[in-house]
Each structure stands twice: as structure tokens, then as C-alpha cells.
């Protein structure tokens, strides 16, 4: 995307998914030009289109909840559920920013007009976003 003469992008990682959206609903309230979310992973994993909740009995699968994989194919991909359950990720006892770019899984990208870069970097710290 080729950003016109008074336009700025910002890059923004999140710790989770909630204050990534959280920050993109009031971005398009206060008017960005574009905003976009996309879960960084070394896995290329998609979003899960479920929502995985193990208190309510609602995980899928071990991998669903740390690595957004739950709709992994149960019967044709076996192994590659197995390999992604030995992740230190998903184990819990490896480092918690193990294989997660600039340590937070979120990237929020905003092309914002020049007057309004403060007021959308605002908002970004105000959701415990970083850039």
C-alpha cells in the first residue's frame, strides 16, 4: 500500500486478542483511514473461527488456546496436532515470549491522516498496545 502526501502508518503489537480489537473498534470510531488485525505466528496458523474457553468447556483443543490452531483437521493432520502440542508455548514450560515476534502475538496495523497520528497513538497505549 502506497501511503498518499499527509498520511502515517503505525505498526502496533498487542498481548492479546481482546485489547487488539478492543483498540481497532475505537480506531475506526475516531476515523483512521485503514486499520487491520493479524495474529502473528511462526506457525501461519489462522484465527480460530470458535471461541476457545476451557471454563466453559468450550476448547477444542490444547494448541486452540495458545496457538489459535483449533481448526486443525482431527482425523488428516495428526501430526502436525502432535508437533504443535510439544511447542514450549503450548507445554507452559518454556519462555513466554518463545517464538512470538516482539514477544506479543497481535499486529494492528492503522494508516492514519497526519493530524490524527497522537490521538490513535493514544488510544494504541491506552490498550496496553506497543510500537
Known sequence: MKLDKHEQSILATFPSDTWAR?????????GVISVSLDRV???GAN?????NNPIAGQAG???GLTLYSANTNYFSNNDERILRTSAPE??????KDY???GGEG???SVVVEDGKVDKALKIIKENNGTF
Do not use: H, Q, R
Request: charged share 25%; net charge positive; aromatic share 12%.
Open 47 to 51: 484465527n480460530d473461527t470458535e471461541y
Open 41 to 43: 505466528s511462526k506457525y
Open 61 to 63: 483443543t490444547v494448541t
Open 106 to 108: 497481535f499486529l494492528v
Open 90 to 95: 503450548v507445554s507452559g514450560f518454556g519462555n
Open 99 to 101: 517464538g512470538i515476534a
Open 22 to 30: 478492543k483498540a481497532v473498534k475505537e480506531l475506526k470510531k475516531m
